[in-house]
């Protein structure tokens, strides 16, 4: 059975890579699903539906990224995420403070901020989230 806290492989501290617009959407349906047939995902993608072979070549890229892995079910395949949504979501955002914000995350906050408008209780709370550890 799929474990949601799956421990990341060591493609991820190596060379994890970008996605691609249609490749997050379609790992956003696996890791919300956990283990699914292409047939399952296609209907939580975003209208256009695209084509099942579509998908299916999506697929096959996100396995060859190390982002899926698959298990034979008869003669069809159930695809599960190798990499979790988290993991993703440190090495994204890395990416992001390193190429927008000069790798500094105090400019970052502060960005959000003031595009944001938050309040001050607002600001609050995010740092009270930091000091317990929460996200």
């Known amino acids: 059975m799929f ?56 697929v096959k890229i996100l396995e060859e ?15 599960f995420p190798k990499i979790s949504r988290e993991e993703y979501q440190k090495h994204d955002m890395k990416d992001i403070v390193q190429k927008y914000f000069d790798n500094s995350y105090p400019r970052m906050l502060a960005f959000f901020a003031k595009e944001q408008n938050l309040s001050e209780d607002e600001l609050k709370e995010i740092l009270q989230m930091i000091k317990s550890g929460k996200s």
């Open 65 to 79: 990224k190390g982002f899926l892995d698959h298990e034979a079910v008869g003669n069809v395949y159930s695809y």
């Open 3 to 58: 474990d949601a806290n799956y421990t990341i492989t060591r493609i991820t501290r190596i060379n994890m890579k970008k996605l691609a617009k249609r490749e997050e959407q379609i790992m956003q349906v696996y890791w919300d699903l956990g283990k699914a047939f292409i047939k399952e995902v296609i209907p939580h993608l975003p209208d256009p539906k695209p084509h099942y072979n579509s998908v299916a070549t999506i």
